[in-house]
């Protein structure tokens, strides 16, 4: 004969998971979670909302000499390291291996480099000295004008631009 | 246990050794004990071992008795066997006692089976079978693509995540539609009803070029402008697109009251008006004076008494009689329009009160299409077998480019009685549950999509739950519905619905309760609160945009304020105006919303704070809409009007 008995405990224990499951199945959770305290992963709750908006910078008009510390090894630049080339200051802070201090072209990082840009050198000769007005670029033959928009376009697509190169006293 | 019995005979030999005569009769006695003991122990049977452990005691006293007159050593050893005997009689007791007691909880039964394959069954629905979301929960925390870099004072450019910041906005729905003409495939012919005409495209493009050559012949040039004071109706459609298709632009008003500051300012060549509208609009033509410049056609019987009146003072010519010349004779064709070329203009009021015109190109309207198309899930797109109701009025850019897509994909298309903006009494139709419901005197298939306002959902809304709630299982089955919602999953083929929530629709939307498939709310403001019980009484897809005048197709749909979602594929969106300061702590921006994209007309009349400058990059202005909106974490939009 079968014996059926709920006593043993193997049986009171299947028991009560199984009137767990079908109350949970039967009485389903029926309310949101409050708006503020919205979970912030997804895994965590359906409707979820990110902690933070995503980082946008902001743009801004630079002087040579505001420019000059985000070369990557300032502490003031905050590790950002920006180029301008043709008055455009585009963010290379992903070329880092690049630009940064360590890197095959780090001197441009926090100066104008157009005219390295145009004659395709990385010599500190290229470079301007801070206090004074910016390189007019007038001696540039149109190759190297050709050359430079190149990279322009180049760095348009690759990275961010995020400025503009004024004069020192323009701001 | 054979060895220990050994050891023990072993070492009672040896005790007997030492004992005297006497003794080695007890000794021997042991030691006979021990034997029961090992072959009890041998045999496991526990009663006997205990009492062949008794039996050793006795032994082992008699023993020490004797041992005691042996001297100490001797009994030492005794009882060192003694004791030996004893704890291992009384282990063996124990750890059958707790063998015992642990296959006594293990003990399982038939009833154990039978709980086992319930539970394992309830397991496996509790876990498994739980629906899915419609949508991937990681899609819905980057809605919108943000651009990597804002100006001061205003925030990053987004759009739709789909689109991207790099992508461009799809401008036609294929690449042969280019203008308005080709909206309407002349390929498709199968029959679909359009208010109460049933038609197939070849015949609706006939007609169409038959009254296009009888405008032409009735003296119309490119350089004419239309008025179009037409209620929705075939006549509009067809009137529509004659004359873009022959580039003759058309002016449309959203509300009445504007007419006669249109009439001063953009005074028409001509006029395309309902009969029962044609008193009020004789009234202001001869305000203005103009009579001799315009041509009146008009739709449907005017009275005659305004016959008599207008025809001393201007040219009045029936729609019907245009149609009828232009289908005699050869057909009079004009170069394809271009699709930058603007073929209407909306006017509406903007939000400073000044009289606004959208400029409206066809690349707008195929544009808007486009996006409209995109609206509803993929999964269930817009087809043949649809039929689409519109509360919007043609007169406006959103209706208009609703049906256009309607007429593009071949589905019936009506729009509701609130859209009647021309008529001669002064009953306003208010948006509600009767205006939602006048289609049905139409000889229309049932409605599936519905392009409704605000008012109409939530008064469908509470009717449907004043409905349910008459049931018994309503507290249940709004409960599991709501744990439905919460894990992102709406259907209206559930168990509930069955017992619940189809009757209480079938109650308050007849027919359409089984046919209604997609619901798409523009046009006013929305409660947050709002949004989950409608997608419960309603459990059908469930879109919230937001339209403009300016804008053909919804800014941002979606699945306090309840949010509308990121921008639409065809928009990109930017708040002016935005607190810098609390937005590099991470607030969210909050700001004026300008807007642009092909489905953003032009305006024609510089706006107070519109941009300039835009221009000369060549690029298009952006435009703003009059209204604030607010950013979320993951890219929705709350939209609110400016003012409020």
């Known amino acids: ?171 | 246990m054979r060895a220990c019995c050994e050891r023990d005979l072993f070492s009672t030999g040896e005790a007997s050794d030492r004992m005297e005569d006497g003794e080695e009769v007890g000794g021997t006695r042991t030691g006979r004990v021990v034997a029961e003991i090992c072959e009890d122990r041998g045999r496991g049977q526990t009663g006997r071992a205990n009492q062949g452990a008794q039996k050793t005691a006795t032994a082992g006293t008699g023993a020490r008795i004797r041992g005691k007159e042996a001297g100490a050593p001797r009994r030492r050893r005794v009882m060192s066997l003694n004791s030996k005997l004893r704890l291992q009689a009384a282990g063996f007791t124990h750890a059958s006692a707790s063998a015992m007691a642990l296959s006594d909880y293990l003990v399982t039964d038939d009833l154990t089976i039978l709980l086992g394959l319930i539970t394992a069954s309830v397991f496996l629905l509790y876990n498994l079978y739980k629906p899915q979301s419609l949508v991937h929960p990681i899609l819905l925390g980057r809605q919108s693509d943000v651009g990597r870099v804002r100006n001061p004072g205003e925030s990053a450019v987004h759009r739709n995540y789909g689109t991207g910041l790099m992508g461009r906005f799809p401008l036609r729905p294929t690449r042969e539609v280019q203008t308005l003409l080709d909206l309407v495939k002349p390929e498709y012919d199968a029959p679909r009803t359009l208010w109460s005409t049933k038609i197939t495209n070849p015949q609706l493009r006939e007609r169409a070029a038959a009254f296009g050559t009888g405008l032409l012949r009735a003296g119309l040039t490119h350089d004419s402008n239309v008025l179009l004071l037409l209620n929705d109706s075939i006549e509009f459609l067809i009137t529509d697109i004659a004359l873009a298709s022959h580039s003759i632009p058309s002016f449309t008003l959203t509300s009445p009251s504007l007419l006669s500051s249109v009439l001063d300012n953009h005074p028409p060549t001509a006029i395309v008006i309902d009969a029962g509208f044609l008193p009020n609009v004789l009234e202001l033509i001869y305000d203005t004076n103009e009579l001799s410049h315009h041509v009146v056609i008009v739709v449907g019987e005017p009275d005659s008494k305004a016959l008599e009146q207008a025809a001393e003072q201007i040219k009045l010519v029936r729609w019907s009689d245009i149609e009828e010349e232009g289908k005699r004779g050869e057909k009079l064709t004009s170069p394809t329009p271009d699709p930058n070329d603007v073929f209407t203009v909306s006017f509406y009021e903007d939000h400073n009160g000044q009289l606004q015109g959208a400029q409206l190109s066809h690349q707008n309207l195929t544009a808007g299409v486009t996006t409209l198309r995109g609206l509803l899930p993929l999964s269930n797109p817009l087809t043949a077998l649809d039929t689409i109701v519109s509360a919007y009025s043609l007169s406006t850019s959103f209706g208009r480019a609703i049906a256009y897509t309607a007429l593009y994909e071949g589905t019936s298309f009506a729009t509701t009685n609130s859209t009647r903006l021309y008529k001669n009494d002064d009953v306003v139709v208010p948006p509600g549950l009767p205006d939602l419901f006048s289609t049905k005197s139409l000889p229309l298939p049932s409605p599936t999509i519905v392009f409704a306002k605000p008012e109409h959902l939530n008064a469908l809304t509470a009717s449907i739950i004043s409905e349910a709630e008459k049931s018994l299982a309503f507290s249940f089955a709004w409960r599991h519905k709501m744990a439905g919602v919460l894990d992102g999953y709406i259907t209206n083929q559930s168990l509930w619905d069955r017992l619940v929530f189809d009757g209480a629709r079938t109650k308050v939307l007849g027919d359409s309760a089984s046919t209604i498939r997609g619901i798409v709310v523009s046009g006013g403001t929305l409660d947050d609160h709002a949004l989950t019980p409608t997608r419960i009484a309603l459990s059908i897809p469930f879109v919230h945009a937001h339209t403009h005048p300016l804008v053909t197709a919804p800014r941002t749909p979606d699945a306090a304020l309840a949010h509308v979602g990121p921008p639409t594929i065809n928009i990109e969106v930017k708040l002016v105006g935005v607190d810098d300061a609390a937005l590099e702590k991470g607030a969210d921006p909050v700001g004026h919303v300008h807007v642009r994209g092909p489905i953003v007309g032009r305006l024609l009349a510089v706006s107070d704070d519109a941009e300039d400058g835009a221009d000369a990059a060549g690029e298009e202005p952006w435009v703003p809409i009059g209204h604030n909106a607010r950013v979320q974490t993951n890219g929705s939009f709350k939209v609110w009007p400016v003012g409020k």
């Open chain 1, 1 to 171: 004969m079968p014996t059926l008995s709920l006593s043993t405990p193997v049986n009171t224990a299947l028991l009560l998971y199984l009137l767990y499951t079908v109350q949970r199945i039967l009485f389903p959770r029926g309310s949101p979670p409050p708006a503020d305290d919205a979970p912030t992963e997804f895994k965590k709750g359906y409707s979820w909302m990110p902690r933070s908006h995503p980082p946008v910078l902001v743009f801004t008009k630079y002087t040579p000499k505001t420019l000059e510390k985000y070369d990557g090894k300032t502490p003031e630049g905050g590790g950002r390291i920006l180029l301008a080339i043709q008055g455009t200051v585009f963010d290379v802070t992903a070329g880092r291996n690049f630009y940064g201090p360590d890197g095959m072209y780090g001197n441009f990082a926090g100066r104008d480099a157009s005219r390295g840009m145009a004659k395709q050198s990385f010599d500190v000769e290229m470079l301007t000295p801070l206090d004074q007005p910016l390189d007019k670029l007038t001696d540039l033959t149109q190759e190297e004008i050709e050359n430079m928009k190149g990279w322009h376009d180049h760095f348009s697509n690759k990275y961010i631009i995020c400025g503009r190169l004024v004069e020192n006293d323009a701001i």
